[in-house]
């Protein structure tokens, strides 16, 4: 059996999908019921509440984990105490290149790599997904704003990272391997607008926000040490934070998903 953890998110969904498809005995945790393909056992449990944990490990070999919670060594001992033998986490790529700033994701990496488990990092750009956020402007007046304007990263579908943890969940080789997940170009927040209005047929005006009214929104949902990292990689990206990896054709053998392609996927979100 196979546990996946944010069952209903943007990756999670995907891939219980994609487990289920492919015949897999699949647990699907989360904090709020949802829908799920027809035979896919749901847990509801919270990262947060590791004692909460155990009936949904129980009997498991392999556990998808998000970057959620306080406590990954108590999470990764229920893992072990269910009797999961594999994990693979889905963490950030900052937990490489900005570590001071995300120490959240650094502390699930050490714990997954000290605990005894066969394991698999998964580091993961900014996702296409966030771009979700324009969608009540966009649907209200046709309008999407951010910082940076020009600045390009190569940020992922959400359904590649998906595919390759179905992946490395299934298949042996890839013990010990710490993977980079990006799209296959670097695109400004400028382009992902004008990609949405062509998706749309319709055209979508940008507005370049400054820093500081930026920061003042991130700050309603994220801690401050995560938006600062997130800012200093949006408008100060390192080479490393705009090169893309090869990591997804690598594992998949074949190309990422352009962000066209999910805006295209996604058209229905912001009309």
Same mark, same amino acid.
């Given at each position: 059996?196979?546990?996946?953890?944010? %069952?209903?998110?943007?990756?999670?969904?995907?891939?219980?999908?994609?487990?289920?498809? +492919?015949?897999?005995?699949?647990?699907?945790?989360?904090?709020?019921?949802?829908?799920?393909?027809?035979?896919?056992?749901? +847990?509801?449990?919270?990262?947060?509440?590791?004692?909460?944990?155990?009936?949904?490990?129980? /009997?498991?070999?392999?556990?998808?984990?998000?970057?959620?919670?306080?406590?990954?060594?108590?999470?990764?001992?229920? %893992?072990?105490?269910? /009797?999961?033998?594999?994990?693979?986490?889905?963490?950030?790529?900052? +937990?490489?290149?900005?570590?001071?700033?995300?120490?959240?994701?650094?502390?699930?990496?050490? +714990?997954?790599?000290?605990?005894?488990?066969?394991?698999?990092?998964? $580091?993961?750009?900014?996702?296409?997904?966030?771009?979700?956020?324009?969608? @009540?402007?966009?649907?209200?007046?046709?309008?999407?704003?951010?910082?940076?304007?020009?600045?390009?990263?190569?940020?992922?579908?959400?359904?590649?990272?998906?595919?390759?943890?179905?992946?490395?969940?299934?298949?042996?080789?890839?013990?010990?391997?710490?993977?980079?997940?990006?799209?296959?170009?670097?695109?400004?927040?400028?382009? $992902?607008?004008?990609?949405?209005?062509?998706?749309?047929?319709? @055209?979508?005006?940008?507005?370049?926000?400054? $820093?500081?009214? %930026?920061?003042?929104?991130?700050?309603?949902?994220?801690?401050?040490?995560?938006?600062? /990292?997130?800012?200093?990689?949006?408008?100060?990206?390192?080479?490393?934070?705009?090169?893309?990896?090869?990591?997804?054709? $690598?594992?998949?053998?074949?190309?990422?998903?352009?962000?066209?392609?999910?805006? %295209?996927?996604?058209?229905?979100?912001?009309?």
């Amino acid at each position: 059996m196979i546990v996946i953890t944010g %069952a209903t998110g943007n990756v999670g969904g995907e891939l219980v999908r994609l487990l289920a498809a +492919a015949g897999e005995q699949v647990t699907a945790v989360s904090r709020r019921p949802g829908p799920l393909p027809e035979g896919v056992r749901h +847990a509801l449990a919270d990262l947060g509440e590791p004692g909460g944990l155990k009936t949904a490990f129980d /009997g498991a070999e392999s556990l998808f984990l998000l970057v959620a919670g306080e406590d990954p060594q108590a999470v990764l001992e229920a %893992a072990v105490a269910g /009797g999961v033998r594999r994990v693979v986490l889905l963490s950030s790529q900052g +937990a490489g290149t900005r570590p001071e700033a995300y120490a959240h994701p650094v502390a699930f990496e050490d +714990a997954v790599r000290g605990s005894g488990l066969e394991w698999t990092i998964l $580091r993961s750009g900014g996702l296409d997904s966030n771009a979700l956020a324009w969608a @009540e402007p966009i649907r209200a007046h046709r309008t999407a704003a951010a910082p940076f304007a020009d600045v390009a990263l190569p940020s992922v579908d959400p359904a590649d990272i998906a595919e390759v943890a179905a992946v490395v969940l299934r298949e042996g080789g890839h013990e010990g391997r710490t993977y980079t997940l990006t799209g296959p170009r670097a695109v400004s927040p400028r382009e $992902r607008a004008a990609a949405i209005g062509a998706a749309l047929g319709e @055209e979508v005006r940008f507005v370049e926000q400054s $820093r500081e009214e %930026a920061r003042a929104q991130m700050l309603l949902f994220m801690p401050e040490p995560i938006v600062e /990292g997130t800012l200093a990689i949006l408008g100060t990206p390192t080479a490393e934070e705009q090169q893309v990896s090869p990591d997804v054709q $690598r594992i998949l053998g074949r190309a990422p998903r352009a962000f066209a392609d999910w805006a %295209a996927r996604n058209a229905a979100a912001f009309r």
